[in-house]
């Protein structure tokens, strides 16, 4: 197959999972074709109906699951038997059913799915597990296994000469939960940039008082605690500090990235 088009799309909050997928597209090689489906869903259905086209689609793991939101822009991407390839990052402690999730819609789709990847980045609510993760090694993984999805690519001779790969995960998927910890402003550090405004996926921060979050909006994704240019937006819980020594010292230990063909 001779792909020349690469369409990357991705729900990325803290940055990490765009990391991944920017890595696996760059190895892969192409005209790599972005859509960042991290704040809005796509002003128009995304159709790959090309024989030269291929779609990598990315997205973090919460709880078990990708996010609705990234559920509910992938809807609106479509194939015609288009090879497709599936990644979800997740924070050191397990990636459940996220994986298997982004698989099934693709297929579903139009998408063949002929390689997936679960990566790892530093997790959004309790950064100090997988701190700095992605890594560069991680980085060295995403390259090489872009560079099989390439091989396998040229390889074959059309679609349906590519692999179907059995991933990790169990159907039905296990429950969709909210984490029920939402970061807020500092009124003493905040300077009202609107940053946070801005960029929250959920638009849960308002601009008359965006010290404070609309916990029924907020998804815990940890972006505005990434893009705060003062540091003024963390959890301030009374309860954070003990679940974060908890989860910490059950999930620390590296855990690497797991491949499908």
Do not use: W
Request: glycine residues 8%; contains cysteine; neutral net charge.
């Amino acid at each position: 197959m001779n792909i020349t088009d690469i369409h990357v799309v991705y729900f990325s909050a803290t940055y990490t999972t765009r990391t991944i997928v920017r890595e696996i597209a760059k190895a892969i090689g192409g005209n790599i074709i972005e859509h960042d489906i991290t704040n809005a869903l796509p002003e128009s259905e995304i159709r790959l109906s090309g024989d030269n086209s291929m779609l990598i689609v990315g997205a973090p793991v919460y709880v078990g699951r990708i996010p609705e939101a990234a559920a509910e822009a992938l809807k609106m991407v479509h194939g015609n038997n288009t090879p497709a390839v599936a990644v979800c990052v997740y924070g050191n402690r397990d990636y459940d059913d996220a994986l298997l999730e982004i698989k099934d819609t693709l297929n579903g789709n139009g998408f063949h799915t002929f390689a997936a990847g679960a990566f790892i980045g530093r997790h959004c609510i309790f950064p100090k597990v997988a701190e700095g993760r992605p890594d560069a090694a991680d980085l060295e993984k995403a390259a090489a296994f872009g560079k099989r999805c390439a091989q396998l690519l040229a390889d074959a001779a059309g679609t349906d000469a590519l692999g179907n790969p059995e991933v990790k995960g169990n159907r039905p998927y296990r429950e969709a939960h909210k984490v029920p910890m939402c970061p807020t402003g500092d009124k003493n550090t905040c300077t009202k940039c609107m940053t946070c405004v801005r960029l929250c996926p959920a638009g849960a921060i308002s601009e008359s008082d965006p010290c404070s979050t609309d916990t029924s909006k907020c998804i815990a994704c940890g972006r505005c605690v990434v893009v705060c240019p003062h540091g003024s937006r963390a959890i301030y819980l009374p309860a954070y500090a003990e679940a974060a020594a908890k989860f910490t010292a059950a999930f620390s230990a590296r855990r690497e990235p797991e491949t499908f063909f």
